[in-house]
């Protein structure tokens, strides 16, 4: 019997089927088996008690007692909770990059202050305002990580239970937000970390109050050119995107853009990452030919700082294909993709969000080429590995669901074509706001099958489903027009 054979009948590829057997059960059965007495289980004691602990996820006798294979088992066992601290060490990794950003700043204008005698006076001032703005960031932090720490340890499993999710952490910091005095730079700060965390989640209404109050409270304290406000403008703008104002988005990623070049200069990744989302929105409204500069000076900026291989490269390069694939330049798109597909198989693993998304720009450009077959394929992975990633109300959930829909008609599967499309609008209504272009482009393509197959009644019904979604979302009662 084949490994094939072996993979077929138990549901299960080879290679994965592998791995799942692999870890601490090799190591079991190679000890019960070895030759000397010495090195074997001394009973059958003990190799029942082995085989115990591996299926509750404790460390074995057969494998070697290191502190790395009893961390890996303590993660498997703890997921939740590493989870929630994962979330708290984020929200604090961005405050002490706000504190460093200050520090650089400030040492900075020291060292012109040095250099230009005839305004030296001046520059002093200047750098020790800059000083004053460090040890304020200082406090920034401590002050969000006091906050932080008290709300998140009401989150701990011994305190709220076995089943923390990163959600229910995030909920935890955001629920005292309105209840809390915070100095206004402290609360800025927390509500940004918080405001981007709850974008990523997908979640974009509380996303926007947090980050819309963040920048409000950064304007007022520190100004346009602050690393805070500037991190806020960045956020928010992302944020605007996901929601289809893409003017808007455009408009205060411009603004963040020039604000981090004046700042940090423009060889830093945070910089990149500005001019690098400018170039999206540019794509996203077709302005090809403004987007090309942008993303290609993204690219270069993490190639030079970050390497050709690092993760947030493959992603520069995923998007500069972007460009290719919507201005048609489908050859180009594809060798792109392929590239950058392939290395982050190998670096993050098939199941990788970041993977995943360019598996199904791969599958949208070979849609377009006329590859259907293959195209349908990988947007079908694509599909399933978001839904279960970032859950089915996600944005990338949605848009990945919705090019699998597509594909499908194009394969000539109508009816499950019509049940993906079905399924996406109801995840569009429920998740983005209302008037989303995605869930008017969803709706129209249900509708279209409905009208084609003579269904006259369901695409009356559906009609008067997503009015009524629209108009609860937008908070007027379904049929009042303008």
């Not at 059960?25 to 059958?44: C, F, N, T």
């Not at 340890?153 to 955001?174: C, K, L, N, Y």
């Not at 990452?273 to 302005?287: P, T, Y």
């Not at 848009?399 to 109801?426: D, I």
Request: hydrophobic share 45%.
């Amino acid at each position: 019997t084949s490994a094939a054979d072996l993979g077929h009948a138990r549901a299960d590829e080879p290679g994965r089927l592998k791995r799942r057997l692999s870890g601490d059960l090799d190591p079991i059965v190679l000890m019960a088996l070895r030759k000397e007495p010495e090195r074997r289980y001394a009973s059958v004691e003990q190799f029942a008690e082995d085989i115990r602990r591996h299926l509750e996820g404790l460390p074995v006798r057969a494998r070697a007692d290191t502190l790395g294979y009893r961390s890996a088992k303590f993660v498997r066992r703890h997921r939740l909770l590493v989870a929630s601290a994962t979330l708290v060490f984020a929200v604090l990794v961005t405050a002490i990059v706000l504190i460093s950003q200050q520090v650089e700043i400030a040492q900075a204008e020291r060292a012109k202050a040095d250099d230009a005698a005839d305004a030296a006076q001046r520059a002093a001032n200047e750098a020790e305002q800059r000083l004053v703005e460090t040890r304020q960031a200082l406090s920034t932090a401590q002050g969000a990580n006091e906050f932080l720490m008290n709300i998140l340890m009401e989150a701990e499993p011994r305190r709220s239970g076995p089943g923390v999710t990163v959600r229910q952490a995030v909920d935890a910091v955001a629920r005292p937000m309105d209840e809390t005095t915070l100095d206004p730079w402290v609360e800025a700060s927390v509500r940004g970390a918080l405001g981007g965390t709850l974008r990523a989640l997908g979640d974009l209404s509380a996303a926007e109050g947090n980050l819309e109050r963040a920048l409000q409270l950064a304007l007022d304290t520190h100004g346009e050119s602050h690393i805070t406000t500037l991190f806020a403008l960045h956020e928010l703008g992302v944020l605007r995107r996901d929601q289809a104002r893409l003017d808007e988005a455009a408009e205060l990623l411009a603004r963040a853009a020039a604000g981090r070049r004046r700042l940090l200069g423009r060889d830093h990744v945070v910089t990149a990452s500005s001019i690098g989302i400018q170039g999206i929105i540019a794509v996203d409204q077709a302005r090809y030919d403004e987007a090309a500069p942008w993303l290609a000076e993204a690219l270069a900026i993490r190639e030079e700082l970050q390497g050709l291989h690092h993760p947030d490269t493959l992603v520069a390069r995923k998007q500069l294909a972007a460009l290719k694939l919507h201005a048609q330049a489908l050859d180009e798109a594809e060798v792109l993709l392929r590239d950058v597909l392939a290395a982050q198989r190998e670096q993050l693993g098939d199941d990788h969000v970041d993977t995943l998304i360019t598996t199904s720009d791969l599958g949208l450009c070979l849609g377009r080429i006329g590859e259907f077959d293959e195209s349908e394929r990988l947007l079908a992975l694509a599909a399933a590995g978001t839904r279960d990633a970032l859950g089915p109300g996600h944005m990338d959930s949605i848009v990945t669901g919705y090019n699998h829909a597509r594909a499908l008609m194009r394969v000539g599967r109508r009816e499950e074509a019509l049940e993906a499309f079905a399924f996406q609008l109801g995840a569009s209504l429920n998740s983005l706001p209302a008037g989303h272009p995605i869930t008017t482009q969803i709706h129209t393509h249900l509708a279209d099958i409905l009208r084609v197959q003579g269904r006259f009644e369901e695409l009356d019904a559906l009609a008067r489903q997503v009015e009524a979604a629209e108009a609860a979302k937008a908070g007027s009662a379904p049929g009042d027009g303008d």
